[in-house]
Nanobody, 126 residues
Framework: QVQLVESGGGLVQAGGSLRLSCAASGLTFSNYAMGWFRQAPGNEREFVAGIRWSTTVYAESVKGRFTISRDNAKSTVYLQMNSLQPEDTAVYYC?????????????????????WGQGTQVTVSS
């Protein structure tokens, strides 16, 4: 079955950087769109970034600071996070959806995604 495993979270000071990874298995990775979402306590899950083929999409709040990328040979998607701020503190989730059925859907819609990882905690101290 499809599994997504996130890693790379942790505690970092404001202005610092982290790189999250999400390793996928049980699917033909290149045929899937990948997304990153986050959820802070008391908040709804929100879209952070997505990648579909070579096209990337970002939430306004992270544009210019975060970069999503993928390595199809490793079945892994990454989220490079720079200039982190306390408001970036959240559990970060990766998610995936098959390209053939979702190519016309907005990547920021969580309902587009079929599979989710367990999440990794990112905490940014001020």
């Amino acid at each position: 079955q499809v599994q997504l495993v996130e890693s790379g979270g942790g505690l970092v000071q404001a202005g610092g950087s982290l790189r999250l990874s999400c390793a996928a298995s049980g699917l033909t990775f290149s045929n899937y769109a990948m997304g990153w979402f986050r959820q802070a306590p008391g908040n709804e899950r929100e879209f952070v970034a997505g990648i579909r083929w070579s096209t990337t999409v970002y939430a306004e709040s992270v544009k210019g600071r975060f970069t999503i990328s993928r390595d199809n040979a490793k079945s892994t998607v990454y989220l490079q996070m720079n200039s982190l701020q306390p408001e970036d503190t959240a559990v970060y989730y990766c998610a995936t959806a098959p390209l053939f059925s979702t190519s016309a859907q907005p990547m920021g819609n969580p309902r587009m995604y079929n599979y989710w990882g367990q999440g990794t905690q990112v905490t940014v101290s001020s």
